[in-house]
Each structure stands twice: as structure tokens, then as C-alpha cells.
């Protein structure tokens, strides 16, 4: 069984419709610790995704296309850090592979190179209560899963339950990086929101799949 | 094209577009004629980065084959420098430099800097010894204080002393801030430029003449004493106009 074309536009729906719905979290995280808009940001990147989607003239034909277009639709439109991260981490994850429908290694190997590219435009590391958190736990859980011999969507699966408990985990940090980072030990006690939208846009892709199958 | 035709232009990046426009405006003053782009806020005018704005600001200052120093505000506006630099064609990116300096200190220094002509990797290197012209970190709560300004001995009246040749080839003279707001930033960046065309090392009270910030940092005043110290071919010239120029005020009396 493995992830197409379609799959990669269900998940950018799914992702736009989760955003969405805790637009108003994501916004009141980022309140606490950060300058408030990241939900507003996320929410305005992923509609005008989608309008691109249904703007195309055919549909994409590959997961590659599908994922460049999310990266520099994000790019453009989402402001604060949100923007050239995710913007960087769907370029990469776009030129991670050449097939157009992916098996469980091509999960892992989208995945990672997400995360290489949000570790590289953001150069924070782990620990540092930042979205890095979030997907470096989702990864190894991923990587666990194919080496299992675990199926796509199972994959995407763990990936998903190693991003909710990386998000998690950032609440007792102290934030080293980003605007949260001149909060200091204020920003203790506090779900990083960056590491919160990645968990929502890992569950999305794990429903995507699981719906495909 | 005249004469004063800068290679280097700086493109200025911050989530605000007023705090972008100042930043240019007061680099401008500083350094007329040097092309310094605004790319602040995010495209309907709130606060944030626009990947769209700064990627047409880069163009816009390395147009006619510029180079290209970007300031930069708080972080998440050097991230959106950096991705409009991956997805730029290479030879454009070729000719930028991402600085890593305070934002408004960072571009005064390059602006003055890129008015002498100075290549990009001059420029940059300007850019980014701004953050060095703070002291270290201070404790809280010590009691310190801003940088002493110099003043004459108390009690005395402020006195300038003519040009002397030291043994070791070194020219010092003493002389008198006669302006109202004393060693700001005109002045400084008066200073700068003045002596970027003659070959000598010159102090101010211990302070590098070349470097606009440095000049800025001794918080002179009307009536402090500047004590000149010049090195190099030129030292005697370089100290007799920087006197003339103290005494004349600047232009501001």
C-alpha cells in the first residue's frame, strides 16, 4: 500500500481544516510565550493553499509537486518564523524522493528531510522548546515503524504519537530560541505553539492515510 | 551615474515597516546617496515579514549589478532573508550578505561604510562589529552607568592645546566640542568620512576615529575636550582638520 498524489492533497485538506479548528489555541499559545498570531499566520498560509488546490487546472501528479506548492504558498503567506520554517521543511520534504507514490521508507525519508530542513533554517536543536521537539520524536518513531516493518499509514501513525508527546514535553522547558526566548524562565510551564501545530499536521497526514487505505 | 556611485547597497529587514523606513532614514543622513532599501511588515502593512516584499527589495538594490548587505531585525526576519536567498537566482545570491548585527546600529555602521566605496566583505564586516561597540553584558542592579562621557577638569575652563609631534611619530592635540549636541551622529559620521581619505590611524579620546559607532559611544558633549591622537603619513593633516572641524562646530553653531 502506498501514498499518492491524492493522499498528499487529502493531508494539506486535513491540515488546512485542523488549523482551522485550533486556530484560536494556537493563537492563545503563542500569546503566552511568543507575539500571539501564530494561529491567525497558520490559518491564512493553509486557506491560501487550499485555494491554490482548487485553483489548479489539473491535479498535481506527484507528492513532490503536492509539497512544493505547500512550501512556497507558506512561504509567502505565513508571517513570523512559521513561515520559513514550515516553508523550508515542505521544500526539502518535496525533493526527498523521486517516486511519485511512497512506500514506508519514502514516509521516513519525507519526514526527515522536514526535519533537516527546519534544523537547518532554524539551527535549533532539541530540547531548545521549539517545533524541532515536536518532529524529532516523530521521526525516530517513524524510522521505528518502517524498520518494523510497519505499512505507510502505520508509519505516519506513530509519527503522529511521537509528535503529541514531543509537543508535550516542551511544557516544562525554558525556550533558548525564538521570540519565546527573551521570555527566559517565564516560558516555562508553557506547550511551545510551534511544537503544538506540527503534532496537528502530523495527525493529519496519519488520517489522511489511514482513510486511504 | 556620478562619482559617488556606492557598490554596495544595504536592504533593511524588520517586522515593522515604519521601524524599516526609519532605519533607512536615518542610515540615509548618515550616508547620502548610498541605496538603502526598506522591506518592513508584511504585505497589508501589519506587523511580521513578507517573504514577497523582501525578495523584491533584494532585487530592487542589486538592480544595475549591486551588491548587497542585509540587516536584519529579530530573528524570524533573518529566517525570511534566508529563504528568499535559496530560492533567488545564484548570481544575485552571490552578491548578498546576511549580516549578523544589531538592526539599526548594524546599518548606520554598513551605510557609513558602503559610503566610502568599500566592497561587500568590508561592509559586512562593519555591519556586524556594530554588536562589539556594547560593553559586556552589565549585572543588574550594580549601579553602573552609561560610558563617562570626557570633560575638562572641573572647575577649569575647557582648553585646547595646538598640535604636538610626540617622540614615537604620533601627532596629539586637545580641542573643545563647540556644538550644542557635541559628538553625535553627524558629526561622527562627518568624522568618519573626512578621514577615510587620509592615510592615518587617529583616536579620540581613545576611541577609533574610524568607526562611527566608536566616536558615538563617548556621549561627548558641548564643552567636553576631545583628545586627538593620530598615527601614519598623514597624521598631521588628519589632526589639524579634525581640530578645525571640532572648532568650526560642525557647521552647527
Do not use: C
Not at chain 1, 1 to 29: F, I
Not at chain 1, 179 to 203: K, N, Q, W
Not at chain 2, 66 to 89: F, I, K, N, Q, Y
Amino acid at each position: 500500500m502506498t501514498l499518492d498524489a491524492a493522499w498528499a492533497v487529502d493531508w494539506v485538506r486535513r491540515s488546512a481544516a485542523t488549523v482551522a479548528e485550533h486556530r484560536d489555541e494556537l493563537v492563545e499559545l503563542d500569546r503566552q510565550i511568543g507575539d500571539g498570531d501564530h494561529g491567525e499566520n497558520l490559518d491564512r498560509g493553509f486557506r491560501a493553499v487550499v485555494a491554490k488546490l482548487d485553483g489548479l487546472d489539473a491535479p498535481p501528479a506527484s507528492v513532490g509537486d503536492v509539497l512544493r506548492l505547500v512550501a512556497t504558498t507558506l512561504m509567502s503567506t505565513v508571517g513570523g518564523a512559521a513561515g520559513p520554517l514550515y516553508g523550508t521543511a515542505y521544500l526539502r520534504a518535496s525533493k526527498s524522493g523521486t517516486a511519485t507514490e511512497l512506500g514506508p521508507d519514502g514516509v521516513v525519508a519525507l519526514l526527515e528531510a522536514a526535519l533537516d530542513g527546519i534544523v537547518t533554517r532554524g539551527r535549533a536543536g532539541a530540547g531548545e522548546k521549539t517545533m524541532v521537539d515536536a518532529w524529532t520524536p516523530a521521526v525516530a518513531a517513524a524510522v521505528d515503524a518502517a524498520d518494523h516493518g510497519a505499512p505507510p499509514s502505520a508509519v505516519l501513525a506513530a509519527a503522529a504519537r511521537g509528535a503529541h508527546d514531543g509537543a508535550e514535553s516542551t511544557v516544562p522547558l525554558v525556550a533558548t530560541k525564538g521570540r519565546a526566548s527573551y521570555l527566559g524562565e517565564r516560558s516555562a510551564g508553557h506547550l511551545d505553539p510551534g511544537a503544538r501545530s506540527s503534532e496537528l499536521i502530523l495527525v493529519a497526514a496519519a488520517e489522511a492515510a489511514a482513510a486511504a487505505d | 551615474m556620478t562619482d559617488r556611485w556606492a557598490p554596495v547597497a544595504l536592504v533593511l529587514v524588520s517586522h515593522s515597516r515604519a521601524l524599516a523606513e526609519g532605519a533607512v532614514e536615518v542610515a540615509a543622513q548618515m550616508a547620502p546617496g548610498v541605496r538603502l532599501v526598506a522591506a518592513g511588515g508584511t504585505d497589508d502593512g501589519g506587523l511580521g515579514t513578507s517573504f514577497d516584499r523582501v525578495d523584491a527589495a533584494l532585487r530592487d538594490a542589486t538592480a544595475d549589478g549591486r551588491s548587497a548587505v542585509v540587516v536584519a531585525d529579530l530573528g524570524s526576519a533573518v529566517l525570511t532573508a534566508e529563504s528568499v536567498l535559496e530560492l533567488m537566482d545564484e548570481d544575485v545570491a552571490a552578491r548578498v550578505r546576511l549580516a549578523d548585527a544589531p538592526f539599526v546600529e548594524g546599518a548606520v555602521a554598513a551605510a557609513v561604510t558602503a559610503h566610502g566605496k568599500a566592497d561587500l566583505a568590508t561592509v559586512l564586516d562593519s555591519a556586524q562589529a556594530a554588536a562589539g561597540t556594547f560593553g559586556p553584558a552589565r549585572p543588574l542592579r550594580d549601579g553602573s552607568s552609561a560610558p563617562v562621557a570626557a570633560s575638562g577638569p572641573a572647575g577649569e575652563a575647557p582648553a585646547a592645546t595646538a598640535p604636538v609631534t610626540a617622540p614615537d611619530g604620533s601627532v596629539r592635540a586637545t580641542a573643545v566640542l563647540r556644538n550644542p549636541l557635541g559628538l553625535h551622529a553627524r558629526p561622527a559620521a562627518l568624522i568618519v568620512r573626512m578621514l577615510a581619505h587620509l592615510d592615518a590611524k587617529v583616536q579620540v579620546n581613545g576611541m577609533n576615529a574610524a568607526s562611527v559607532l566608536d566616536l558615538m559611544k563617548l556621549g561627548a558633549v558641548k564643552d567636553d575636550v576631545l583628545t586627538i591622537s593620530a598615527q601614519g603619513p598623514q597624521a598631521a593633516e588628519a589632526v589639524a582638520r579634525l581640530v578645525a572641524d571640532v572648532e568650526a562646530g560642525f557647521g552647527e553653531v
